[in-house]
């Protein structure tokens, strides 16, 4: 019985930026792409003297499944679900932020309970999003018991949001000019449940991470960047915060209903690990206070603008009149006719800045769909983050930089 | 099989009551690998821990050196530029081995048909049980991981036979 | 927000003989390919765009040029977006690179590379990002058809 069942050689499909060590004492080494430390598919080839990494060559793209080619085959409407899988963790933020550029081209108004759903959503989106960063990073560290906790939250966030949208994790909820559909009822209730074990839990899990000495030395002082480098290597979000900027698109070029909220922007001072793991926890606590404002402040009222050009028409009337017929059957075959332009709009999803970039013809189906995703701008940078510290670091600080291969390789 | 135990009934007997011997032993000691690429390793983070927690079945270590482990667990959308690594660690497992492909992507490439995404892990490495599903609920990944213990039962475990 | 500061771009850079027109919310300017590098250097300098977001490309087949090449800025104190508009041709498929300028174009001018072709002049490492070594053409040409698959491992029979 042999080892291996055919003797082919198989391609390398990334060529690295250096083969041979700069010094004599240097070695290279390549992590991932299927790696522990790289959950998500990413590739380091890092040059080591001793212990000390002293260039990192990062490579991405094992992910890149053809989303814009996959995007100009499908009508404005039927790309959903592919903008849901940009950024798993808060498919939420990517399905409203395309919704939302859709519309400014369309030049179509959301109705209030509309507006304030989605930002409510949004910040329970980011909230998932950022347990998950937490949980995959703290426990890359050790703290198993702190990823036990938060994957429970998680959890119930999912649970709750499934019954919400029908699925767990990518929900497909956003819709032109609106969402799929109402709240079910009783689902604020829940909400509210949530929000107050999700305070216990965090605590539990400030109470074990924040002054744990083992936490400390891993993270503090550990890939350290400051605010012009971050700004020239293009992050944003909270590793951007983390270096003591307080940007955040939701305060500086309100959307939703951003502009009608009291929050708080955390900022770090150090621009560490630590101060990023601290951002993102303080981020989820003025979600939570965002949220419970937003519970007062829903209004009753229709989800889906009156507008026949994205709306689909009620199933009532399509399996009666004519038009409403022709309408849906318009709207499916066709999709919603977006009138020729272009547009950006950016909003701000879990790690930074999500932009879409649309270019419409002037039919149904995009000229072009591109994201400006944060996460493979911040692998851009990533290798400043790396330099000049330890190899075991790579492990802390790719953990809270909280790559997403869906966004990153798209 | 040599063919002179076959003719005698009683040692045919033997190996197949230690064929269920060590696949029940097998079947509750699964050291996954998981390969982790997309969108399914949020429901597999999920199904690994408390709430649905593997550990049940005898599966909850993973173990990140394909040589310590016998599950491949292919965890999302495999695509062009990532299979030379797949099928690299499907060959460094040591034999016995089952993949399970986890979601649709990784099953036929599910949504994704264009130049980029690989149409199905099964072009390129065998497959044991496959998991529907985008992403699949985790009542289906732990059916997918019974199911699998199901076929580690009642397969013939061919390194006993010529050993003994 | 300082709601001035797009003005005064749209000013100077009207005064320079080019039209900038507000779209959408932001600045969008288009511009011939040799005053790129010069109208990012104002920018960056003179009016404080630090962040640059996004460069990209579109396909126009049949159209000559037949590329745009699309650059977004933005401003961390103004809180504003600039978009920068140029053009080039299938033959000479060649703009300035920014990576002079801001660190982050080197990442995104290298995916615009993979999926376009479009070369970035001063942008030594173009080597495939989202793509692999040996991937034949530039799959979001609209000429690239969707299904064209390159594998590089054999398959199963």
């Known amino acids: 019985m042999t080892m291996r069942d055919t003797e082919e050689t198989l391609p390398t499909p990334v060529r690295p930026a250096f083969d041979t060590p700069s010094t004599e004492d240097g070695v290279i080494v390549n992590i991932g792409p299927s790696h522990p430390a790289t959950h998500g598919t990413l590739q380091i080839i890092a040059?080591?003297?001793?212990?000390?990494?002293?260039?990192?060559?990062?490579?991405?793209?094992?992910?890149?499944?053809g989303f814009e080619k996959e995007c100009e085959a499908h009508t404005w409407h039927t790309l959903i679900p592919y903008v849901d899988r940009l950024n798993y963790c808060s498919a939420l933020i990517n399905g409203f932020a395309y919704c939302d550029a859709v519309e400014t081209l369309m030049g179509v108004e959301i109705t209030p309970r509309t507006r304030y759903l989605r930002t409510l959503l949004s910040e329970y989106s980011r909230i998932a999003d950022h347990i998950t960063c937490i949980a995959a990073s703290v426990m890359e560290l050790g703290a198993m018991t702190a990823f036990l906790y938060l994957m429970t939250i998680r959890d119930w966030i999912y649970e709750h949001l499934a019954d919400?949208?029908?699925?767990?994790?990518?929900?497909?909820?956003?819709?032109?000019?609106?969402?799929?559909?109402?709240?079910?009822?009783?689902?604020?209730?829940?909400?509210?449940?949530?929000?107050?074990?999700?305070?216990?839990?965090?605590?539990?899990?400030?109470?074990l991470m924040d002054r744990n000495r083992i936490f400390i030395d891993r993270t503090r002082n550990v890939g350290v960047i400051s605010t012009e480098q971050a700004?020239?290597?293009?992050?944003?979000?909270?590793?951007?915060?983390?270096?003591?900027?307080?940007?955040?698109?939701?305060?500086?070029?309100?959307?939703?209903?951003?502009?009608?909220?009291?929050?708080?922007?955390?900022?770090?001072?150090?621009?560490?690990?630590?101060?990023?793991?601290?951002?993102?926890?303080?981020?989820?606590?003025?979600?939570?206070?965002?949220?419970?404002?937003?519970?007062?402040?829903?209004?009753?009222?229709?989800?889906?603008?009156?507008?026949?050009?994205?709306?689909?028409?009620?199933?009532?009337?399509?399996?009666?009149?004519?038009?409403?017929?022709?309408?849906?059957?318009?709207?499916?075959?066709?999709?919603?006719?977006?009138?020729?332009g272009e547009v950006y709009r950016a909003h701000e999803a879990a790690n930074g800045e999500l932009g879409f970039f649309l270019v419409s013809d002037g039919t149904g189906t995009p000229h072009k769909v591109h994201v400006r995703a944060p996460s493979f701008v911040h692998m851009g940078g990533l290798h400043k983050l790396l330099e000049g510290y330890q190899l075991a670091d790579i492990i802390s600080t790719f953990g809270t930089v909280n790559m997403i291969g869906g966004e990153c390789d798209r | 099989m040599n063919a002179a135990h076959e003719r005698t009934g009683a040692f045919e007997y033997l190996t197949t009551r230690k064929d269920e011997l060590v696949g029940w032993a097998r079947k509750f000691s699964i050291f996954p690998y998981p390969f982790v690429t997309a969108c399914c390793a949020m429901e597999f983070m999920s199904?690994?821990?408390?709430?649905?927690?593997?550990?049940?079945?005898?599966?909850?270590?993973?173990?990140?050196?394909?040589?310590?482990?016998?599950?491949?667990?292919?965890?999302?959308?495999?695509?062009?530029?990532?299979?030379?690594?797949?099928?690299?660690?499907?060959?460094q497992m040591c034999e016995p081995k089952w993949v399970m492909a986890f979601g649709v992507c990784a099953t036929s490439g599910g949504f994704y048909r264009n130049y980029a995404a690989l149409q199905g892990i099964d072009k390129v490495i065998p497959v044991d049980v496959y998991i529907p599903g985008c992403p699949p609920r985790p009542e289906s990944v732990i059916d997918g991981i019974m199911q699998l213990q199901d076929k580690i039962a009642h397969s013939r475990h061919p390194i006993i036979n010529e050993k003994f | 927000m300082d709601a001035g500061l797009l003005e005064r771009v749209r000013e100077r850079l009207a005064g320079e003989g080019l039209e900038p027109a507000f779209a959408h919310g932001l600045l969008a300017v288009p511009l011939p390919r040799e005053r790129l590098l010069s109208v990012v250097k104002m920018l960056r300098d003179g009016f404080g765009f630090d962040l640059f977001l996004d460069v990209t490309a579109v396909d126009w087949p049949g159209r000559d040029p037949r590329f745009d090449v699309v650059f977004h800025f933005y401003s961390t104190r103004g809180h504003q977006r600039v978009r920068l508009k140029t053009t080039v041709t299938e033959a000479d498929p060649v703009v300035d690179s920014l990576v002079p300028l801001y660190g982050s174009a080197a990442f995104m001018e290298r995916e615009c590379h993979d999926m376009y072709g479009i070369r970035f002049r001063g942008n030594e490492d173009l080597r495939p990002i989202l793509l692999y070594e040996g991937f034949q053409g530039h799959p979001l040409r609209k000429d690239y058809p969707k299904d064209r698959e390159q594998p590089l491992v054999r398959y199963r029979e």
């Open chain 1, 47 to 65: 040059e080591l003297s001793g212990e000390k990494v002293v260039r990192a060559d990062v490579h991405c793209g094992y992910l890149h499944r």
């Open chain 1, 231 to 340: 700004i020239h290597w293009g992050f944003t979000g909270p590793i951007l915060r983390s270096t003591g900027v307080p940007r955040d698109l939701r305060r500086d070029t309100p959307y939703l209903a951003y502009d009608e909220l009291d929050f708080e922007i955390p900022v770090g001072i150090n621009g560490d690990n630590y101060d990023r793991y601290y951002v993102r926890m303080r981020e989820m606590d003025e979600s939570v206070y965002m949220i419970r404002q937003l519970i007062e402040m829903l209004p009753e009222g229709p989800i889906n603008v009156d507008d026949r050009r994205c709306t689909f028409p009620d199933k009532k009337l399509v399996y009666t009149e004519i038009e409403s017929l022709i309408n849906h059957f318009k709207l499916v075959i066709d999709g919603p006719q977006v009138p020729a």
């Open chain 2, 47 to 91: 199904v690994s821990s408390t709430m649905y927690d593997t550990d049940r079945f005898g599966a909850a270590l993973p173990r990140f050196s394909p040589r310590q482990s016998d599950l491949m667990m292919v965890v999302g959308t495999i695509t062009h530029k990532q299979a030379p690594i797949l099928k690299k660690v499907y060959e």
């Open chain 1, 164 to 207: 919400l949208t029908g699925a767990r994790v990518t929900y497909s909820y956003g819709r032109i000019g609106g969402l799929a559909h109402d709240l079910p009822e009783g689902w604020i209730k829940r909400l509210e449940e949530i929000l107050d074990e999700y305070e216990e839990y965090v605590g539990r899990i400030h109470g």
